[in-house]
């Protein structure tokens, strides 16, 4: 894995971010199922802890998925890729991104309609006891979209600032 290259001044402040909340969703999903399997071999149910681990699972992957546009660890099939010559190349690696982005963009907004929506409706889930909001897990569809779409452009001015074609894999190609 590379290191990602330095982004954007409104990248900066998100280097490392997605990571981070990755990070705790998957802790705090772990504690809870130790803590689950502690109650049940003491003959008590704490229903609330399910459904909080996969929401946790779900917030980890959707901030993940962020951290993976950053570290360019999403699968690419560069098979074609590979053949074109450089300059076409490089037009490439930034229209991708920049669709990508748009793509995240639409998912984001649309994403930040059914959340409120939601809030709106004041729903919690029906599902258990677990008396959170259904609104402080779903956020998390608009800013995971919104931090990929940030990812994206600045993988697309990357490659467009620093010319090189394979300025997203491990080996950049200069384009001179």
């Known amino acids: 894995m590379q290191r990602p290259a330095k982004g954007a001044p409104m990248i900066r402040w998100i280097t490392r971010l997605d990571d981070a909340f990755a990070g705790l969703a998957l802790f705090i999903c772990f504690a809870l199922v130790c803590f689950q399997v502690g109650a049940r071999m003491l003959h008590m149910s704490v229903s609330w802890t399910d459904e909080l681990s996969r929401y946790l699972i779900i917030v980890s992957t959707y901030f993940g998925a962020s951290a993976a546009v950053r570290t360019h660890d999403h699968i690419r099939v560069e098979l074609v890729l590979n053949l074109l010559p450089r300059w076409l190349r490089n037009k490439i690696e930034v229209a991708v991104p ?24 004041g729903l919690v889930s029906a599902e258990s006891s677990l ?8 956020i998390v569809i608009p800013l995971g979209f919104g931090l990929m779409g940030l990812r994206f452009v600045a993988q697309a001015w990357t490659v467009a600032r620093t010319g090189y074609a394979g300025a997203l894999s491990d080996a950049p190609v200069p384009l001179h």
Do not use: K, N, S
């Open 98 to 121: 920049l669709a990508c982005a748009l793509y995240c963009a639409v998912i984001a907004v649309a994403g930040f309609y059914w959340l409120e929506d939601t809030i709106a409706l």
């Open 131 to 138: 008396v959170i909001p259904i609104w402080v897990f779903q």
